[in-house]
């Protein structure tokens, strides 16, 4: 007697597919995609301890990285935050249809995010007195141009993809997610005892929507895949999900928080022209050819000297200005750039070095750090001191 081969169906999914998963899943019977996605929730199973300790040693090197200014050790720092299986946990959770998994992901999320703050506010608080702590490290993570926005997106896609059948690739694509998603926790921590609440919590709104974004773009993907929202629980989550993401983008438009990092307008190579003070001192020393003639007739012909002596002249604007930035001030380190040199704070003091260009409408102006370094600030946020 011989089995009918239309009636026989080895099970698929005793080796586990590594390409072609919405092909796969398309054919699947529905006990063939539970046994699927119980393999794909094994994956991101958090341990409590295991968590604890990669948060700790995580916080260590990132505390260690930034407040010291050794870029090296942040990085590990930053390799170590267990972000990977939360996000993905909470992205699966609508395919699961699991509150629980979706709970636990979100607590997972929020212990991290408290603890990098914290990390970043300990950074700066512990060792501000042994470093110059100036400069925002890592500031360019707080760049929000289109080019930022579009990494995110795509790395946030394809580690989902990668999820479902490479991990290894699925953990690199979590460590950009990282940098992206979490270090502005840390930058809001260091801003927090460095500047004010103010530029703290514009970071902190950054931060929140690029997880809320990750988060919805992960669950899309995996929809793509075929693995969509189950169930009532499954769509409440999704909608759960779109709600924080709507709350995220509120929160980051016009001026209910002030963004950290305004985008330039033109991207151009600035020529900086010298104080034009020194142009005033050059030609003096010429004026001085009639003194000869002057001084073979009369003593008292060196009386032209008033008109060699413009000694206040070198003064046609203020040395001195004050912020009046109630957030704080960036200065950059070129004119209308991104990269963040130092942060000010509100009402501080700052010296102008006389260097003045004009993009489009805005005016920056050049001013000394406390280093002794130069760097640009835009002249809308500072007020010129009398000399």
Known sequence: MSIPGTEFKPDRFRTQPQRHIRAYL???SEQETLGFLEVLRQRVVIKALSFVLQIALSLLFLILGMAYELPLVAILGILLIPAYKALLSLALSPGISSFRTMAGALVAIIVMAV???GGGFLAHELFSQKVSANGLPFAFVLNAGWIEWLVLALVAVLTAVWFTTNTTLARVGAVVLNILCFVPFALAG??????GIQPALATLALAFLRLTLTAVLMVISLWVLRIKPKGSNGWLIFAILLILLGVAVYLNLGDKILAPIEEPEVYQE????????????TPI??????????????????????????EPSPTPFAQKARVISDTGLFCRAEAGGTKVVTVFDYRAIVELTGGE???N????VEVL???????????????????
């Open 115 to 117: 603890a990098i703050f």
């Open 190 to 195: 260091w801003q927090l005892g460095r500047v």
């Open 270 to 281: 600035i020529v900086v022209t010298p104080a034009q003070t020194t142009e005033a001192e």
């Open 361 to 364: 409408t805005r005016t920056w």
């Open 357 to 359: 260009t004009k993009i």
């Open 369 to 387: 750090t406390d280093s002794g370094a130069t760097c640009w600030v835009d002249s809308t946020f500072i007020e010129r001191l009398d000399p």
């Open 285 to 310: 020393p010429a004026s001085p050819t009639p003194s000869p003639t002057a001084t073979r007739q009369l003593e008292p012909s060196p009386t032209p000297r008033p008109t060699n002596t413009p």
């Open 26 to 28: 398309a054919e699947a």
